[in-house]
């Protein structure tokens, strides 16, 4: 429509205008057809406890945030190493991945609520019982993985070349789905019960202290198709830390509710 080519700065101003135009929306329809919202600033007066609260929670969240993108730039720096394809396959899987954590993840936006209000109403059954639900889906991802990657691959009109690198690097990587699972449940339920810090440090063990260092050497001593199994060295380590840290919340928190 006679705008400039403007590249990744489009995109960035895209996203910018995206955002805003969201959030004017949902300003205009909550004030204008939601009778159960009423937004008033009179008699509006902040109080540091419960902006504390509010942060314990939001402050781990942007982070973890900031740490996927450090750990992808990093992996990138690593996989350039040996070729461009290696990235490109890299960027495929974390495509396909996002069809089987989206769906973890939209679980975990509403499971988080409802750990919260069940943790408030002391109902350690039905507590307990969502974190389970929670976790199944990953399996799904795991079938796929392993019986289609080149399937998967192709919607992406992946070369020989590619297909070669990135069946092995799928089959891989998928064995961490089920690890990632319950780390995500874990991380989800830490942050609802307001142990936001201890749900952040998971995700920077992983990340940052086990995945990229795990991928480094790997990829020094035992070649590009080494490199994929750092992401389940990082889930063992994550979940290892995951489980001491839910041990930790059960013990002092879920384990009384009731009582």
Same mark, same amino acid.
């Given at each position: ?7 990744? /700065?489009?995109?960035? =101003?895209?996203?910018? @205008? ?11 329809? %909550?004030? @204008? ?28 969240? =942007? ?12 992996? %990138? ?6 070729? #461009?394809?290696?990235? /490109? ?16 993840? +939209?679980? %975990?936006? +509403?499971?988080?609520?409802?750990? #919260? ?10 507590? @307990?019982? @969502? ?9 799904? !991802? ?38 990632? !699972? =319950? ?10 019960? +307001? *142990? +936001?810090?201890?749900?952040?440090? =998971? ?10 260092? #795990? ?9 590009? *198709? /080494? ?6 060295? /990082?889930?063992?380590? #994550? ?8 041990? *930790? ?6 384990? *009384?509710?009731?009582?």
């Amino acid at each position: 429509f006679g705008m400039p080519k403007m590249g990744v /700065a489009g995109a960035a =101003i895209a996203t910018v @205008t995206g955002q805003i135009c969201a959030a004017i929306l949902a300003i205009t329809f %909550n004030l @204008t057809k939601n009778p159960d919202v009423h937004i008033s600033f009179k008699g509006f007066k902040p109080q540091i406890i419960f902006v504390k609260n509010i942060l314990s929670v939001g402050i781990p969240s =942007i982070i973890m945030s900031s740490v996927g993108s450090a750990m992808t730039f990093g992996m %990138n720096k690593i996989l350039i190493t040996f070729s #461009s394809t290696a990235v /490109a396959v890299f960027g495929v899987y974390f495509k396909l991945n996002s069809f089987v954590f989206m769906p973890v993840f +939209g679980l %975990n936006n +509403g499971m988080v609520p409802i750990v #919260s209000y069940n943790y408030g109403a002391q109902n350690k059954k039905r507590l @307990t019982k @969502t974190i389970k639900l929670a976790v199944c889906i990953m399996f799904i !991802g795991i079938m796929l993985f392993q019986f289609m990657p080149d399937v998967l691959l192709k919607l992406f009109d992946a070369s020989d070349h590619m297909l070669e690198i990135g069946i092995p690097a799928l089959r891989v990587i998928s064995l961490s789905f089920a690890f990632a !699972g =319950i780390c995500i449940v874990i991380s989800s339920s830490l942050q609802a019960l +307001g *142990h +936001g810090f201890l749900s952040m440090m =998971i995700s920077i063990t992983r990340q940052l202290i086990i995945l990229l260092p #795990s991928a480094y050497i790997l990829a020094k001593f035992g070649g590009i *198709h /080494a490199v994929w199994w750092s992401f389940n060295i /990082a889930e063992i380590g #994550s979940l290892t830390l995951s489980l001491l840290f839910f041990k *930790h919340m059960y013990n002092k928190i879920i384990k *009384h509710l009731g009582e």
